[in-house]
T-cell receptor, first 114, second 116 residues
Framework: AQKVTQAQTEISVVEKEDVTLDCVYE???????LFWYKQPPSGELVFLIR??????QNEISGRYSWNFQKSTSSFNFTITASQVVDSAVYFC???????????FGTGTRLTVIP | GAGVSQSPSNKVTEKGKDVELRCDPI?????LYWYRQSLGQGLEFLIY????????KSGLPSDRFSAERTGGSVSTLTIQRTQQEDSAVYLC??????????????FGEGSWLTVV
């Protein structure tokens, strides 16, 4: 069985604040892949990052950073110095080895207030 | 093409009519996926194609839903006798390869379907 939990349904922050979006997953596989996608108001899902289960190195890309911890089955996403353009729904997703598709969490709606 | 292309962007249809939604995946991508996102809901997997074959149709909600893919490229999702609960955004996605891989799946902008 697989499950992705994004407990935060909605978050509001003031511009320039840092914000962390939580993602907790469940899987019985030892090999799997984790993803984050951004869905702005236009509706398109924009790929942000892919991480495989063997690579626990944290990653930073500009104002974005990801913290992958297998011990707690978490793959959290932090936006530093948030901007209004960061306002969107963010989805965490899991793909098990041999699975044909991504299994998504329910998403976190982030609103950045100017 | 540069990205996954879907048409129409928006479709309003009367209950009971059939609709066709089209997806043109990224060039060279052999795997194609359809997802559905209902208002306030998460993303629901519908069907997966590898080439022209659909080895996984497990997500199709009823026999009113069908999909095909031709030439290993364009796919059409057909909904027959539409119902109001079919109103949703239908997202198409593609990846370089499919089954058993961690290849990144890239999404289109979706087709917004409203059944009135």
């Amino acid at each position: 069985a697989q499950k992705v939990t994004q407990a935060q349904t909605e978050i509001s922050v003031v511009e320039k604040e840092d914000v962390t979006l939580d993602c907790v997953y469940e899987t019985r596989d030892t090999t799997y892949y984790l993803f984050w996608y951004k869905q702005p108001p236009s509706g398109e899902l924009v790929f942000l990052i892919r991480r495989n289960s063997f690579d626990e190195q944290n990653e930073i890309s500009g104002r974005y950073s990801w913290n992958f911890q297998k011990s707690t089955s978490s793959f959290n996403f932090t936006i530093t110095a948030s901007q209004v353009v960061d306002s969107a729904v963010y989805f965490c997703a899991l793909r098990q080895t041999g699975a044909n598709n991504l299994f998504f969490g329910t998403g976190t709606r982030l609103t950045v207030i100017p | 093409g540069a990205g996954v292309s879907q048409s129409p962007s928006n479709k309003v249809t009367e209950k009971g009519k059939d609709v066709e939604l089209r997806c043109d995946p990224i060039s060279g991508h052999t795997a194609l996926y359809w997802y559905r996102q209902s208002l306030g809901q998460g993303l629901e997997f519908l069907i997966y194609f590898q080439g022209n074959s659909a080895p996984d149709k497990s997500g199709l909600p009823s026999d009113r839903f069908s999909a095909e893919r031709t030439g290993g490229s364009v796919s059409t999702l057909t909904i027959q006798r539409t119902q109001q609960e079919d109103s949703a955004v239908y997202l198409c996605a593609s990846s370089f390869n499919g089954h058993g891989t961690g290849n990144t799946i890239y999404f289109g902008e979706g087709s917004w379907l409203t059944v009135v």
